[in-house]
């Protein structure tokens, strides 16, 4: 059974993150977003381009509405303000 790696928010950074994550071959790819249409278009362009860097793994884009089962949780984002002293 192949990895699945699920990648919450389709903006710039997440839809990088699910292309590299392609690109290297690490796992198959769940883009979501909150916007309707937009992670299937940005996980669309994945699988178009994969020939390119000949890798074999899936890309699907769903909204977060659509109810796709998570994959098991691999990091979370660690959140702090730059430049703020604590």
Known sequence: MRKKVTVVGGGFVGSTTAQRIVDAELADVVLTDILEGVPAGKALDMLESAPISRSDVRAI??????????????????SETIGQSH
């Open 61 to 78: 884009g769903i909204s977060t509405a659509a109810g796709e089962k998570p994959s098991r949780p691999l990091a979370a984002p660690h």
